[in-house]
């Protein structure tokens, strides 16, 4: 059974920085990021494949997001700078064995989320 541990969440300020990680059990072709602000459906922020090779990222983000892996430690990372009060969601880890789109419905496996608060 895989395992995706996120942390790195927090409260920020508009303009400021953090960085997610998610450490998974096991290898995948592609690992990515979505987000889940209140009352909004599940959308993708970054994916990278496979393991370090390719990046996409949503519009939203680009140019302000940065997706990263550590292989040797399973790690994936999200680089987020210039946040502002619309990222403010729930960041959850998702690792797919196939496709590596920015939908959900190609991710197998999920982590339990880190909450991001931009004000």
């Known amino acids: 059974h895989v395992q995706l541990v996120e942390s790195g969440g927090g409260s920020v300020q508009a303009g400021g920085s953090l960085r997610l990680s998610c450490v998974a059990s096991?290898?995948?072709?592609?690992m990515a990021w979505f987000r889940q602000g209140p009352g909004k459906e599940r959308e993708g922020v970054a994916v990278?494949?496979?393991?370090?090779?390719?990046?996409n990222y949503a519009d939203s983000v680009k140019g302000r997001f940065t997706i990263s892996q550590d292989n040797a430690k399973n790690t994936v990372y999200l680089q987020m700078n210039g946040l502002k009060p619309e990222d403010t969601a729930m960041y959850y880890c998702?690792?797919?064995?196939?496709?590596?789109?920015?939908?959900?419905?190609?991710?197998?496996?999920w982590g339990q989320g880190t909450q991001v608060t931009v004000s």
């Open positions: 096991d290898n995948a072709i592609c």
């Open positions: 990278i494949f496979p393991p370090g090779r390719y990046t």
């Open positions: 998702a690792l797919g064995v196939a496709r590596c789109r920015l939908s959900p419905y190609d991710y197998n496996y």
